[in-house]
């Protein structure tokens, strides 16, 4: 029996990227704007399959952008700012259309049976049939009724001022 090779589920396989790679938006330099350095002086952008797969990577394992693993995509701080271009552009929505698309026609989507259920604002008689917050004790004058409506403070006879 063959065995195939295990392939981590962050690595985007070149089946997948040729469908990805499409939606993503090329790199172009603004005409309008002025650069300090010439074209092609700095490092190199990453490309954006590295990027992507770095994206990948931050959603399937859940780490933080700090913690991808310089070795393999490079600067952290330079995959979140592509990842941020990509966003505004709408590349993950698109990315997320296509996969609902293919879906559907692989599998049929039964659209009228999709349903939501949820609450957008508070209950507006939550606070009457709940009553006071036990956490508030002791706030908000709460042994007023006590004293006639005055602050209650206990009654000293005199103070021992000799300790």
């Not at 259920?117 to 606070?127: N, V």
């Amino acid at each position: 029996m063959a065995t195939r090779k295990r392939v981590e589920s962050w690595v985007v396989t070149d089946e997948f990227w040729q469908r990805v790679e499409p939606l993503i938006p090329l790199r172009e330099r603004s005409a309008d704007k002025a650069y300090l350095r010439k074209a092609g002086a700095g490092r190199p952008p990453k490309p954006a399959r590295q990027v992507f797969e770095a994206v990948v990577y931050v959603l399937r394992t859940g780490c933080q952008w700090k913690a991808l693993p310089k070795e393999r995509f490079g600067s952290a701080s330079a995959v979140h700012k592509r990842f941020l271009e990509w966003a505004a552009a709408g590349v993950f929505e698109a990315i997320w259309k296509a996969g609902l698309a293919e879906y559907d026609q692989m599998e049929g989507i039964a659209w009228r049976w999709q349903n939501i259920d949820g609450a957008m604002f508070k209950a507006p008689l939550a606070q009457e049939a709940v009553g006071r917050n036990p956490t508030d004790r002791g706030k908000k004058g709460s042994k007023r009724h006590l004293a006639g409506g005055r602050p209650w403070r206990p009654v000293v006879a005199r103070r021992d001022r000799s300790q």
